[in-house]
């Protein structure tokens, strides 16, 4: 499969069109960013391991019913997926409380949520990635009420399966973000990535985190940590 050409490129991954015009290609990078890009670094092998990461967990929820772009690994950094229209929200599943939820309602960080907590973003780098409402989203006419509804249902299926999966693994799913492209045909499935940059990563023993924010916070071990989740995925448990 060959680049033909480079349609987009974000802060983790670069997109291209192929021979193929229904199949792109991803490319996962070694850089590392996070507060909206103002804070940057980047590690080698880091793309690689969210290339391995994300192709395996898309493909085990995939093996559960959940429709995804996912079509199969290429190499150490890339991935080929179906073309889509990405639906411009990011879907944020929260089961711990920590991060902006704390900063933005007084929570406590590590409360443990009775039910899991959806929220939307608008995907917009420039704005921030304001949180947006069911209205806003209609109104302005991201989505519309049954896409609205088709990818809570969808965001809320995958947690159950992750959680469970990450479970099983020794980790704790915190949280994390989800992305939705349409088909040709205007159906929904799950695109973009799930790997330690788009979740939050907590060992169960421990409760040390194992995610993105190693970097954020500079704690450090960020390649070890992205390197022990993959351990624990692909070997089918804990330490």
């Not at 947006?132 to 969808?154: L, N, P, Q, R, S």
């Not at 947690?159 to 939705?180: C, M, P, Q, S, T």
């Not at 071990?221 to 624990?232: F, G, H, I, P």
Request: aromatic letters at 8%.
């Amino acid at each position: 499969m060959k680049k033909i050409e480079m349609l987009y490129e974000g802060k983790a991954k670069r997109l291209y069109r192929t021979e193929d015009p229904a199949i792109l290609l991803v490319e996962y990078k070694d850089s590392l960013t996070a507060f909206n890009a103002q804070k940057r670094s980047s590690i080698r092998g880091k793309g690689n391991l969210n290339n391995i990461i994300s192709a395996y967990l898309l493909a085990y929820v995939g093996s559960k019913g959940i429709p995804t772009h996912f079509i199969e690994i290429i190499d150490e950094t890339h991935q080929a997926v179906r073309g889509v229209r990405i639906v411009p929200l990011e879907v944020v599943v929260r089961n711990i409380a920590t991060g902006s939820l704390c900063k933005r309602l007084g929570i406590e960080e590590g409360l443990v949520l009775k039910e899991p907590l959806l929220e939307f973003y608008l995907k917009n780098d420039d704005l921030g990635d304001p949180i947006v409402t069911k209205d806003h989203i209609i109104a302005f006419g991201w989505a519309d009420a049954k896409e609205i509804d088709e990818i809570k249902a969808i965001s809320l299926k995958v947690n159950a399966i992750l959680k469970d999966r990450f479970r099983e693994a020794g980790i704790v799913l915190v949280d994390f973000k989800l992305e939705f492209g349409r088909l040709p045909d205007g159906g929904i499935i799950l695109a973009d990535e799930i790997s330690p940059d788009t979740c939050r990563l907590w060992d169960i023993s421990s409760g040390e985190k194992m995610d993105k924010d190693r970097f954020r916070k500079d704690l450090g071990n960020v390649l070890e940590s992205y390197r022990e989740v993959w351990k624990r995925l692909s070997e089918g448990g804990s330490k």
